[in-house]
């Protein structure tokens, strides 16, 4: 065919198959954290997967953030008080 006439099936779209994987294009605002940012953006992989390859970067994703938050929960932070520490004087 010449350039001015696109071949049969050409058009746009044509060979997309409507029963494949679909972008779900669900919108990701940045948290502030990159390692959860990051996390986050893993999840547009499930764009490209059909739905039985989603539960791999689910559990991938979910993974990471118990990490992440279990990360936050082993650091230092200021020494609690012991009990024994406070003296009260009982005075009246």
Same mark, same amino acid.
């Given at each position: 065919?010449?350039?001015?006439? &696109?071949? #049969?099936?050409? +058009?746009? @779209?044509?060979?997309?198959? #409507?029963?494949?994987?679909?972008? *779900?294009? /669900? !919108? =990701?605002? #940045?948290?502030?954290? !990159? =390692? /959860? ?8 992989? %499930?764009?490209? *997967?059909?739905?039985? @390859?989603? /539960?791999?970067?689910? +559990?991938? %994703?979910? @993974?990471?953030? =118990?990490?992440? *938050?279990?990360? *936050?929960?082993? =650091? !230092? @932070? !200021? &020494?609690? #008080? ?9 005075r009246s």
């Open positions: 065919m010449s350039d001015l006439m &696109p071949e #049969p099936g050409a +058009e746009a @779209g044509a060979h997309d198959d #409507p029963a494949g994987p679909a972008p *779900l294009d /669900v !919108p =990701r605002e #940045p948290t502030g954290d !990159p =390692r /959860v940012d990051a996390l986050v953006e893993r999840l547009a992989d %499930v764009d490209h *997967l059909d739905t039985d @390859g989603h /539960v791999e970067v689910y +559990e991938d %994703v979910h @993974g990471g953030l =118990r990490e992440t *938050l279990s990360a *936050l929960d082993a =650091r !230092p @932070g !200021p &020494p609690v #008080p012991s009990p024994a520490s406070h003296t009260y004087d009982n």
